[in-house]
């Protein structure tokens, strides 16, 4: 496993083609040696992915779409974006699992035809899991951890182009994360599970209500590869601080 520390900022169905231009400041800090190990990726609306990919192409942060279709190539599904279609953009990652697609319907068998199509077709695979609410009070997050990991997972051979994200529901927009000891056990378990399917030490990174003020106390839990940010990295300066924080 590299010493890549990621931060990924998750901009959802939020941002038009004005909001890109208080990227510059990132652009900057991307290209000093200090923080040469943070590995930054934008997943912007399909939409403003054309115009990220411009704006940082002489940068070393990459671009990702938030979803695919599970048909890698073409087909008549409108209003659907394929893999093929994201790398030809020029996408290195696509997002997939979020809790938001399950909510809406996205069962685990989806998601891995998605991870097979997606890993088909050379793009990184950040793979999002994790409990609600209602399965944390119930004590089943490690049961259902287990079986998101491996459905989604099932019948992947090549794990190299797989990053795991741990975004536990209930954290997702409240500003509320998980206490430093449940964090430690649902990573170690996710880390157990993980081994079972590969040798490879695949990078497991935290989101959920990550901002500037909580970071100094998620990047010392060890076993953290880094960050998925949503509502805080659509304003860069609250993005940049997350990252100065981490690495510092
Ligand atoms: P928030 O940071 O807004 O809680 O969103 C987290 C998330 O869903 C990242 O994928």
Not at 31 to 49: E, G, Q, V
Not at 116 to 134: M, P, Q, R, V
Not at 177 to 184: G, Q, T
């Amino acid at each position: 496993m590299t010493n890549n520390i990621y931060f990924i900022a998750n901009w959802k169905m939020y941002g038009g083609t004005s909001s890109l231009s208080n990227l510059n400041k990132l652009i900057n800090l991307s290209k000093l040696k200090k923080y040469s190990k943070a590995k930054i990726i934008y997943f912007p609306p399909f939409t403003l992915i054309h115009n990220f990919i411009n704006k940082v192409k002489r940068s070393k942060i990459s671009v990702g779409g938030q979803n695919c279709h599970h048909v890698k190539n073409y087909g008549s599904f409108t209003g659907s974006i394929s893999p093929k279609m994201l790398k030809d953009l020029g996408c290195k990652y696509v997002i997939l699992g979020h809790s938001e697609n399950r909510t809406a319907g996205e069962t685990n068998d989806d998601i891995n035809k998605k991870i097979k199509s997606a890993l088909n077709k050379n793009l990184k695979i950040i793979f999002c899991i994790g409990e609600t609410l209602l399965e944390k009070r119930n004590k089943i997050t490690h049961s259902v951890l287990k079986k998101q990991i491996n459905h989604g997972l099932k019948g992947i051979k090549n794990f190299r182009n797989i990053l795991i994200a741990y975004e536990p529901v209930w954290s997702i927009g409240t500003g509320i994360i998980p206490k430093e000891n449940e964090l430690n056990l649902n990573i170690a378990k996710i880390r157990k599970l993980i081994s079972k399917k590969t040798k490879i030490k695949l990078p497991i990174l935290y989101g959920g209500s990550v901002n500037d003020k909580n970071i100094n106390n998620l990047k010392n839990i060890s076993g953290i590869k880094g960050f998925l940010v949503g509502s805080a990295s659509q304003k860069t300066k609250k993005f940049i601080d997350i990252i100065k924080k981490t690495i510092n």
